[in-house]
């Protein structure tokens, strides 16, 4: 068959032709739209930073990405967000900077199975400022909330270790000089606590080892205070029972020190003041020590009065015993 009759049979009945050719082409495309379906899903998108190079603190990077899926209708039954996985690759970056990442799409086992299968992603590729990863120790702060029991108090803090390794971005991880523990509450304590807690308040860009645990310790202690009892009589004891004594009325001011909740529970009448006149023999002036008593759970530390004067006469004789009386001479 000669060229000339070819090209004359194939442009005859062109427009016929053309529209046969127009129509399978609709019919292919409407299979092909009754074939396939497509399911969009909203993924997490990671970062993969093998090196040292890690996205700049502060960027806002997205948190997620839409991923389309189209395959075989009924292919894509049961799958759901989780089979799917989104990331960028820092790897391609050689030092800090300003880069353009391609989002890469990872199906899993189930998904890879399918064929055929079309992912397409968007955004396709995201702008990325990036700087170095750096790795620091920082100070711990315990976090402590809350009062101990009335009467008792917080009196050291302590913790184990002192210190955590941070690793992040470099503007992020030198902007940090402590870290701060998880809360440690000492509400309605009454003795020495000690847990063991993670950190709280850190960046998503600032990493610290998960399994990281800090032993919090806080001694309570009894609270110390002093406490002024005023207008304690004193009693004068040791008396020769041949005289009498006169006096002025001294009161005593004493201060004590001890346990708050001690102290609270003492009564006034528990301490007392007294003066020894066992010194005097007869009849005269003479100043007498006055001795303190407090319980035993206190600690006396000032006093107002350290002796008072005292003076002693001689009993009238008729008040005198016979025995009395042969003490001081008088003979019947």
């Not at 993670?198 to 610290?208: D, K, T, Y």
Request: hydrophobic share 40%.
């Amino acid at each position: 068959m000669n060229t000339s009759l070819l090209r004359e049979k194939l442009l005859s009945h062109w427009k016929e032709k053309l529209g046969c050719f127009i129509m399978a082409l609709a019919i292919y495309a409407f299979y092909q739209i009754q074939r396939f379906e497509r399911e969009e899903f909203t993924v997490p998108l990671e970062v993969k930073a093998p090196g040292n190079l890690t996205v700049r603190s502060g960027f806002a990077l997205p948190q997620y990405v839409k991923v389309s899926l189209r395959a075989d209708r009924g292919e894509l039954g049961g799958i759901s967000s989780s089979d799917i996985g989104a990331f960028i690759d820092l790897s391609y970056a050689s030092r800090a900077g300003s880069y353009d990442f391609l989002v890469n799409v990872r199906p899993n086992r189930r998904l890879s199975s399918l064929s055929p299968l079309e992912i397409s992603v968007q955004p396709q590729r995201i702008q990325v400022e990036i700087e170095e990863e750096i790795v620091r120790f920082v100070p711990i702060s315990a976090t402590i909330s809350g009062q101990p029991a009335y009467g008792y108090e917080s009196s050291a803090v302590s913790m184990v270790p002192t210190s955590v390794k941070l690793q992040g971005p470099k503007s992020a991880v030198e902007g940090i000089q402590e870290i701060q523990t998880e809360e440690v509450s000492l509400d309605g304590a009454t003795e020495s606590i000690s847990r063991e807690v993670g950190f709280m308040n850190l960046s998503s860009l600032v990493m610290v080892d998960p399994e990281q645990q800090v032993q919090v310790s806080v001694a309570i202690t009894p609270i110390e205070a002093s406490r002024t009892i005023e207008g304690i009589e004193i009693s004068y004891d040791n008396i020769d029972s041949r005289l009498d004594i006169s006096h002025e009325r001294n009161l005593v001011t004493i201060t004590v020190e001890g346990k708050l909740l001690e102290l609270d529970r003492m009564k006034k009448n528990s301490c007392s003041a007294s003066a020894d006149c066992s010194m005097a023999t007869g009849p005269g002036t003479i100043e007498v020590p006055v001795f303190i008593h407090v319980p035993d759970n206190v600690k006396l530390t000032a006093w107002t009065v350290n002796t008072v004067t005292v003076t002693f006469t001689e009993k009238p004789e008729a008040e005198l015993s016979p025995e009395e009386e042969a003490a001081f001479g008088y003979y019947y």
